[in-house]
């Protein structure tokens, strides 16, 4: 099963919380504007493949965690151990 683009909006955002990035600090990191992150974020507007990888990039993250079916809690974790075992939490 594919995940909804809902899902992959609200992982956009739990990563940048995850990351304990405000949405212009995540702006800033990802070299996009914040209104455009938001509205991601928000589902106002769906970026492009390309913008979602440059995301991914940005966040230190593979875009097959943001549209794997995996559960998202899953996804925290392992981006907070990462932070841990680089000295970032």
Do not use: F
């Amino acid at each position: 099963m594919n995940p909804t683009y809902k899902t992959v909006r609200k992982r956009l955002r739990a990563v940048r919380k995850a990351k304990d990035l405000t949405l212009a600090e995540a702006s800033r990191v990802a070299r996009i504007s914040a209104v455009t992150l938001g509205s991601w974020e928000r589902g106002d507007r769906k970026p492009t493949l390309e913008n979602l990888i440059h995301l991914c990039n940005r966040y230190e993250i593979s875009i097959e965690s943001l549209v794997k079916e995996e559960e998202p809690t899953q996804l925290l974790m392992k981006i907070y151990h990462k932070q841990l075992t680089q000295g970032r939490a």
